[in-house]
């Protein structure tokens, strides 16, 4: 209806401008959005530093990963004094959960129980793999592992073992109740040394070609000094302190850490160890090492001019006269 009509059916202007305002209040009072501003700000656009930077906090927090964090602590490096191996905090992520003091039957069993390390170590294989043969095969094998390393116990008695001709042979003594256990796993072979049946070494060879530890002796150091956030002591070899290769060292309250260099192996030796049984190492391997270049006591005393302690007595030594010489 326009505004001729309106009048000539007897409405007043009065009417005519009721009606046009009206109209204008129920109509919209800014003009409609368009399409592409109705979505709320995209998060990585350079004008949403808000949504933005959470997105990213989330980003980096949902990381996941595994084995040892070798992430840089925050806080200035921690460094020796007065030529000791530098303090830590704590030096428990390399003991992996395994307690100084248990006895070596106890390491087996927190090892290969249902439920243990090992067959930890198979629940993502086993979930991986296919039901039949597959599977049969990965559970087959986990109990060959479980068993090998329940065989793996040695005593160091009177008898010489094979590990006297590896990187391991100053690791231990004969005859002084010491013997270990060790178990391949995750790239690494680890050794449990045990005095009196009581663990209180971990021994980790770590091939430089498995990159857990970095591809060389320095690289190793290097990622456990970030790791503790401590520069460790440098020490050079030194057989009276039973030092015979080019070794790193760390310390917490408990236990003493050590890098020691097996470039030669092409490996780098990772080890820790009780402090109180270090501490008291002496008194614990009472049987000392025959030394190898040592002369027989029969020789000794020749050069020395004395009597020979293996030879029979002689007669002046018997105190009898010696017989006179027959008459021809």
């Known amino acids: 209806m326009n505004a001729r009509s309106v009048l000539r059916k007897g409405f007043g202007p009065g009417f005519l401008v009721a009606a046009m305002a009206a109209a204008f209040a129920c109509g919209p009072k800014e003009p409609p959005r368009q399409a592409a501003d109705n979505g709320p700000p995209d998060p990585l656009s350079e004008g949403s530093s808000s949504s933005g930077s959470a997105y990213q906090s989330g980003k980096s927090s949902?990381?996941?990963?595994?084995?040892?964090?070798?992430?840089?602590?925050?806080?200035?490096p921690v460094k020796s004094k007065g030529g000791e191996a530098p303090q830590v905090p704590t030096l428990a992520t390399f003991q992996e959960g395994v307690q100084w003091g248990i006895t070596h039957a106890e390491l087996q069993k927190q090892f290969t129980q249902t439920g243990g390390v090992i067959w930890k170590d198979y629940d993502e294989k086993l979930a991986k793999a296919r039901v039949g043969p597959e599977q049969t095969?990965?559970?087959a094998e986990r109990e060959s592992v479980k068993g090998a390393f329940g065989r793996s116990?040695?005593?160091?008695?009177a008898t010489p073992t094979g590990y006297d001709s590896t990187g391991l042979n100053k690791e231990y003594t004969y005859r002084n109740k010491e013997s270990l256990m060790w178990l391949e796993r995750k790239g690494k072979k680890r050794f449990y040394f045990f005095i009196n049946d009581k663990l209180w070494k971990m021994y980790d060879e770590?091939?430089?070609?498995?990159?857990?530890?970095?591809?060389?002796?320095?690289?190793?150091v290097a990622k456990i000094n970030a790791t503790l956030n401590a520069s460790g002591r440098s020490?050079?070899?030194?057989?009276?302190?039973?030092?015979?290769?080019?070794?790193?060292?760390?310390?917490?309250?408990?236990?003493?850490?050590?890098?020691?260099?097996?470039?030669?192996?092409?490996?780098?030796?990772?080890?820790?160890?009780?402090?109180?049984?270090?501490?008291?190492?002496?008194?614990?391997?009472?049987?000392?090492?025959?030394d190898p270049n040592e002369l027989d006591p029969s020789i000794v005393a020749v050069t020395r001019g004395r009597p020979d302690p293996n030879a029979a007595p002689s007669a002046s030594a018997s105190g009898k006269k010696p017989a006179p010489p027959k008459k021809k």
């Not at 116990?153 to 008695?157: A, K």
């Not at 498995?210 to 002796?217: C, E, F, K």
């Not at 309250?253 to 501490?279: F, K, P, Q, Y």
Request: no cysteine; net charge negative.
């Open 206 to 220: 770590v091939p430089f070609q498995s990159g857990l530890m970095g591809g060389s002796y320095q690289e190793a």
């Open 137 to 139: 095969a990965l559970e």
């Open 153 to 157: 116990y040695i005593e160091f008695g």
């Open 235 to 290: 020490l050079q070899p030194n057989p009276e302190k039973g030092i015979d290769k080019p070794t790193t060292d760390w310390k917490d309250g408990r236990s003493h850490l050590r890098a020691v260099d097996r470039t030669n192996e092409g490996m780098v030796g990772v080890a820790i160890e009780d402090l109180s049984v270090l501490s008291n190492l002496a008194a614990l391997r009472p049987n000392k090492p025959s």
């Open 62 to 76: 949902s990381g996941g990963g595994g084995g040892e964090d070798f992430s840089t602590p925050s806080g200035p």
